[in-house]
Nanobody, 123 residues
Framework: QVQLVESGGGLVQAGGSLRLSCAAS????????MGWFRQVPGKERAFAAA????????YYADSVKTRFTISRDNAKDTVYLQMNSLKPEDTAVYYC????????????????WGQGTQVTVSS
């Protein structure tokens, strides 16, 4: 129904920056919130950030709130995650998510997920 495609992942040195993008296509629902999760092998997928439909409200996990910024461009059906001051512990597969409500993304109950993009932070 809704396809989410992440891009922008890669290898970066600690302290560096990276910007992830997630483009939505297909039969999208509107308005909708979007967000990001990340997962390390062997661990549960963890919430990172979310943004409301209007972009006026954002949510962050404590581990990223001072370093990451989520934003969106509704004209492009795209959400971004600007990651600064990256740390090796930020290494993970980052997944994009979409839901009618941001609380659904935060709770991890959304049915719409991207395929993920790998972010590797070297020390």
């Amino acid at each position: 129904q809704v396809q989410l495609v992440e891009s922008g992942g890669g290898l970066v040195q600690a302290g560096g920056s990276l910007r992830l993008s997630c483009a939505a296509s297909g039969r999208t629902f509107s308005p909708f919130a979007m967000g990001w999760f990340r997962q390390v092998p062997g661990k549960e997928r963890a919430f990172a950030a979310a943004i409301s439909w209007s972009g006026g409200i954002t949510y962050y996990a404590d581990s990223v709130k001072t370093r990451f910024t989520i934003s969106r461009d509704n004209a492009k059906d795209t959400v971004y995650l600007q990651m600064n001051s990256l740390k090796p512990e930020d290494t993970a597969v980052y997944y994009c998510a979409a839901d009618r409500h941001a609380k659904g993304i935060i709770a991890g109950t959304t049915d719409y997920w991207g395929q993920g993009t790998q972010v590797t932070v070297s020390s």
